[in-house]
């Protein structure tokens, strides 16, 4: 190449950016204008960040300023892919939104706020699209069929709206969608059978609409699934075999529906899967009963052989719902157990054990529980407040491990307790006063934990309890009068806590005499009263 010919190259190329500036401000320039005529149809706040950011371009200015607005992001090449506006406290509706112009979004989040009417079939536009979140408003009309045109999506939020009408047929053509969550809306209709074609699809949430008819057998090509919610609705018939097939499901919730029949035995092995799993993240002695009785299911077995398990009690349709591994030399967390997945259980027993770390909240999940017996272990953290979610639970025993923090309120939720140990703990702060709505309560052990504060006047709410123990902790203040109307109570253990008083005088006419032991405090002086 000649030196003249060389030196033309960089003016060409100069000239080429040159065209294509024109070019990326034009089409920048008509994203802002589409916007900016579609705030105008918004009710804005007067605080808002959109009013003082998205501003008109100077008429002089040549250069789109979009870019910097409040919640919007842009490529290289100066378009916009990303809309954020939510929890903006903004109200309107898509009516004038640019769809056709903002053809690059790959994210588009509006939710917490107050849009409203239908969401356009112009929605079916923003093919590029990855993730659509328009939860929290108002949006109502039916979920246009539109939506599947978006090839790329990965996740659809349109939970707590309006909705209503079906689930459209078109969303199996979401072949790219991971989460899908349309919950708390008036959807009603079959589940269509071509969400089996959703096949990278892990978490599914439809719980709380008004969804009926059986649940297709397709479901069980969702091989990917991991949890899925279709509570409160009114589903019919059978629970497909099919759901058997989803090694990677972690949580089926499907209550409050009108199903009919039992557990397929294919879900057996979902409940061993899953018990094996927790069992490879355990520490057990070579000679323990658990190396030898968990082994996985044969291959060419459709029958589930956990109920041959030690430790393991199922029910008529061959459903876990006892595991008792008391005093088997076990180390190790609950980090991995499947509470989800083992709904059923009504029995829980892993006391003398040597578990640690904390329950997880997952706990609130087994609400069919009626016995609970982590005693004697190392469990640490806090009592988790999904405690309180176990509406069916009698007996509690948590005693003789390292829990602190307080006891949590939500304790006052458990309507059915029969039995509370909580002794031998680093328990701390006050006895919650929910704790007198717990009216069955015969037996409270809270001995040897850091409880400060007063005793509060609820206990004599307890009129069922029969033994109480409080001792060697740091309660003050009077025994409450109230406790004199426990008609039922035998023994009731206070010493070595910092109360002052007397006995009160309600409590001499209790019959039968009960055995009472305290310290009193008197200044200096300390004596006992029986």
């Known amino acids: 190449m000649s030196s003249s010919n060389s030196s033309l190259l960089p003016l060409a190329l100069l000239l080429i950016a040159l065209?294509?500036?024109?070019?990326?401000?034009?089409?920048?320039?008509?994203?802002?204008?589409?916007?900016?005529?579609?705030?105008?149809?918004?009710?804005?706040?007067?605080?808002?960040?959109?009013?003082?950011?998205?501003?008109?371009?100077?008429?002089?200015?040549?250069a789109p300023v979009s870019c910097s607005w409040f919640g919007i992001s842009c490529n290289a090449d100066g378009n916009i892919y990303m809309l954020n506006l939510t929890m903006s406290e903004l109200n309107g509706t898509l009516h004038l939104f640019p769809f056709s112009i903002l053809h690059n979004l790959t994210h588009f989040e509006l939710s917490v706020n107050s849009f409203f009417g239908p969401v356009p079939p112009e929605i079916g536009l923003l093919s590029k699209l990855v993730y659509l979140d328009f939860s929290a408003n108002q949006f109502s009309g039916t979920i246009p069929p539109e939506i599947g045109m978006l090839a790329n999506l990965e996740t659809l939020h349109l939970n707590e709206n309006h909705f209503n009408g079906s689930i459209p047929?078109?969303?199996?053509?979401?072949?790219?969608?991971?989460?899908?969550?349309?919950?708390?809306?008036?959807?009603?209709?079959?589940?269509?059978t071509t969400l089996g074609s959703v096949r990278k699809l892990a978490y599914l949430y439809l719980d709380d609409n008004k969804l009926s008819g059986p649940i297709p057998p397709e479901i069980g090509q969702l091989v990917n699934l991991s949890e899925v919610y279709i509570t409160n609705n009114f589903l019919e018939g059978p629970i497909p075999p099919t759901i058997g097939k989803l090694s990677k499901l972690k949580v089926l919730y499907l209550f409050n529906n009108t199903l009919t029949g039992s557990i397929p035995h294919e879900m057996g092995?979902?409940?061993?899967?899953?018990?094996?799993?927790?069992?490879?993240?355990?520490?057990?002695?070579?000679?323990?009963?658990?190396?030898?009785?968990?082994?996985?299911?044969p291959t060419n077995s459709s029958v589930p052989v956990s109920c041959s398990w030690f430790g393991i009690s199922c029910n008529a349709d061959g459903n876990i719902y006892r595991l008792n591994l008391t005093t088997s030399e076990l180390n190790g967390t609950l980090h991995e157990f499947p509470f989800s997945i083992l709904?059923?259980?009504?029995?829980?027993?892993?006391?003398?054990?040597?578990?640690?770390?904390?329950?997880?909240?997952?706990?609130?999940?087994?609400s069919k529980l009626v016995y609970l017996d982590f005693s004697a272990n190392q469990f640490s953290g806090t009592i988790p407040p999904e405690i309180g979610m176990l509406a069916n639970l009698e007996t509690l025993h948590l005693n003789e491990n390292h829990f602190n923090g307080s006891i949590p309120p939500e304790i006052g939720q458990l309507t059915s307790l029969y039995e509370l140990a909580l002794y031998n703990n680093s328990l701390q702060g006050e006895l919650p006063t929910t704790l007198g709505s717990v009216r069955k309560l015969a037996y409270l052990y809270l001995d040897d934990n850091k409880l400060s504060g007063p005793i509060p006047p609820e206990i004599g709410q307890l009129v069922n309890l029969s033994e109480?123990?409080?001792?060697?902790?740091?309660?003050?203040?009077?025994?409450?009068?109230?406790?004199?109307?426990?008609?039922?109570?035998?023994?009731?253990?206070?010493?070595?806590?910092?109360?002052?008083?007397?006995?009160?005088?309600?409590?001499?006419?209790?019959?039968?005499?009960?055995?009472?032991?305290?310290y009193i405090y008197y200044g200096d002086y300390k004596g006992y009263g029986v």
């Open 169 to 192: 047929l078109e969303i199996g053509q979401l072949t790219s969608l991971y989460e899908l969550a349309l919950y708390n809306n008036s959807l009603q209709g079959e589940l269509p």
């Open 343 to 366: 709904h059923n259980l009504t029995y829980f027993e892993l006391s003398v054990n040597s578990f640690f770390g904390p329950i997880p909240p997952e706990i609130g999940l087994l």
């Open 269 to 297: 092995s979902m409940e061993e899967n899953a018990l094996l799993k927790w069992k490879t993240s355990l520490q057990i002695p070579n000679n323990s009963q658990l190396v030898s009785s968990w082994t996985p299911v």
């Open 19 to 62: 065209s294509i500036i024109p070019h990326f401000a034009s089409a920048s320039l008509k994203e802002e204008n589409a916007l900016l005529k579609w705030k105008t149809s918004l009710q804005i706040p007067n605080n808002s960040q959109l009013v003082s950011s998205w501003t008109p371009v100077p008429t002089n200015s040549s």
């Open 468 to 518: 109480v123990y409080i001792t060697n902790n740091f309660l003050e203040g009077p025994i409450p009068p109230t406790i004199g109307k426990l008609s039922k109570l035998k023994v009731l253990y206070l010493f070595n806590n910092k109360l002052t008083g007397s006995i009160p005088h309600e409590m001499g006419s209790m019959m039968p005499p009960i055995y009472v032991g305290y």
